[in-house]
C-alpha cells in the first residue's frame, strides 16, 4: 500500500495577517535543534518507504543552505534517496529562496517546488502582512526554473480584504502567464485568532464567488485541468502526494502538528515547537491527539476526502445504506449530482462543499 510523508517546519520570518498554521515568527534560533529533533522522530517511523513526500510548513525556505542541506540527508538515511520518490515537493517563500537553497534541493532530489505568491499586487501583499514583494516571487521563479525545476506549483488566494474583481483576475493572469505547473487557489478564510479575525475583517462572499467562478473559466481556457476543490494542473502535472491523501491513502507525519493517518488511527503531534523538541529529545512521544475511525465516521472520511476531487466517487452498497439519506438531500439541493454509482460535486456545491461535508462528519445524529 503506498504511503505519503510530509514534514512539517514550523519557522516563518513573519506571520501573515490570515494565517492560523502552526507556524511562529522569531524562532529561528530553534531550527537546528528541531531538525535534530526531526531526525530522531524520522527513526522512530513505523513506515520505512514512502512514494510521496511533502516538506511544507512555516516557510521551509527559511532555512540556510546548509539546514536544507542537512534536512535532506536525514530524509535520505531514515527513507532513502529522495530522487527515489515519485513526487518530492518542498513548499518556498518568495523572500527566502535563493538560488544556493533552490541548487540545493535540486541536488539532493526534489523534482517539485510549491511557491506562496497569494497576490500579483504588492499593495495586496502588504496588506496580507507578506514579506516578499511581486518582484521576489519572479525574481524566486525564474530561479526555480534555471535551476531546472520542471513542476512548479503557485498558491493564490481570492476574495482579499478591498480586492477588487479587476485586481484578482489581474494577479491570475499574471500567474498564467508563467505557465506554472499547477496552480491553488484558494478563497480567503478568517479564521479565529488571525489579525484579520481580531480586526473583524469581513470578505464580500458574493464577489469572492464571482473571482473563483472566473477563475475556473480562465484556467480551463488556458488549459489547466480542474481536478479538485481548489487545485489545477496542466494535465499529467495533478499533485501525487495530496491526491494520495484525497484518495484515502496512508501518510506518516513528522514534526510539530504534524498529521498522520496510518491503518485507520488518525492521530497528531504537539504543535508546540518546544514541548516537540523536548519531548523527541526526553524518548517521549510527541502524539498529543489519536483516535481510531471506524464504522460510519470511517466512511464518512473517506467519502468527504473523496468528493473534494471533481471527479466525485463511486458509492458502495454499504455507502449507500450509510449515507443515502444525505447524498438525496444534497442531490436535491443541487449541491451533489449523481450518475450512475458516482456521485460528485456540481458546480453550485463546489462552492458550498463544506454544507455538503457536515453530513460526512460525527456525530451525525445532530446534523
Ligand atoms: C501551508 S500554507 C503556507 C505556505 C507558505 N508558507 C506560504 O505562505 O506561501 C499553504 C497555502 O494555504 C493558503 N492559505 C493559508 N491560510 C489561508 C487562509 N486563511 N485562507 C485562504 N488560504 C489560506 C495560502 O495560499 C498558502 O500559500
Ligand atoms: S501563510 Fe505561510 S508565510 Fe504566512 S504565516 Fe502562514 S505559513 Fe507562514
Redesign the pocket.
Known amino acids: 500500500m503506498k504511503t505519503g510523508l510530509y514534514l512539517h517546519l514550523p519557522f516563518?520570518k513573519q506571520k501573515?495577517n490570515?494565517?492560523?498554521?502552526a507556524?511562529f515568527a522569531g524562532r529561528e534560533f530553534l531550527i537546528d535543534g528541531y531538525v535534530d529533533a526531526l531526525s530522531k522522530e524520522a527513526a522512530l517511523s513505523p513506515v520505512r518507504v514512502f512514494e510521496t513526500l511533502y516538506v511544507?510548513?512555516?516557510?521551509p525556505s527559511i532555512l540556510s543552505a546548509v539546514q536544507l542541506q542537512k534536512l535532506a540527508q536525514i530524509i535520505e538515511n531514515h527513507f532513502g534517496p529522495i530522487s527515489r520518490f515519485e513526487e518530492s515537493t518542498c513548499?518556498a517563500?518568495p523572500e527566502s529562496l535563493t538560488a544556493e537553497k533552490a541548487v540545493v534541493l535540486k541536488k539532493t532530489g526534489f523534482n517539485r517546488l510549491?511557491?506562496?505568491?497569494?497576490s500579483f499586487n504588492d499593495a495586496e501583499l502588504k496588506m496580507l502582512g507578506r514579506v516578499h514583494s511581486t518582484m521576489d516571487f519572479l525574481r524566486a521563479y525564474e530561479t526555480a526554473r534555471a535551476c531546472g525545476f520542471e513542476n512548479i506549483n503557485v498558491?493564490?488566494?481570492a476574495g482579499l480584504p478591498d480586492q477588487t474583481l479587476e485586481s484578482f483576475l489581474c494577479s491570475l493572469e499574471r500567474v498564467v502567464s508563467l505557465r506554472p505547473e499547477h496552480l491553488?487557489v484558494?478563497?480567503?478564510?478568517?479564521?479565529e485568532g488571525?489579525p484579520f479575525f481580531e480586526r473583524a475583517v469581513v470578505c464580500d462572499q458574493l464577489l469572492m464567488r464571482r473571482m473563483l467562478e472566473e477563475t475556473h473559466v480562465r484556467l480551463k481556457r488556458a488549459g489547466y485541468h480542474h481536478y479538485e476543490i481548489s487545485n489545477f494542473a496542466l494535465s499529467g502535472w495533478e499533485a501525487k502526494h495530496n491526491t494520495h491523501y484525497w484518495n484515502d491513502g496512508d501518510y506518516i507525519g513528522l514534526g510539530s502538528s504534524a498529521a498522520s493517518f496510518f491503518r485507520g488511527v488518525r492521530y497528531q503531534n504537539t504543535p508546540d515547537v518546544w514541548e516537540y523538541i523536548r519531548r523527541i529529545n526526553a524518548g517521549e512521544s510527541p502524539v498529543e491527539f489519536m483516535e481510531k475511525l471506524e464504522g460510519k465516521a470511517r466512511a464518512g472520511e473517506r467519502l468527504m476526502l473523496a468528493l473534494r476531487q471533481l471527479d466525485g466517487v463511486e458509492l458502495s452498497e454499504r455507502d449507500e445504506e450509510m449515507f443515502g439519506r444525505e447524498m438525496e438531500k444534497h442531490i436535491k439541493r443541487g449541491l451533489l449530482l449523481r450518475m450512475g454509482k458516482k456521485v460528485k460535486l456540481s458546480f453550485e456545491g463546489l462552492f458550498l462543499a463544506n454544507e455538503v461535508f457536515c453530513s460526512f462528519v460525527a456525530p451525525f445524529e445532530e446534523k
Open positions: 516563518c501573515c490570515y494565517c492560523d498554521f507556524s511544507g510548513g512555516g516557510t513548499e517563500n510549491s511557491l506562496g505568491l497569494q498558491d493564490l488566494i491553488s484558494y478563497g480567503l478564510q478568517i479564521e488571525t
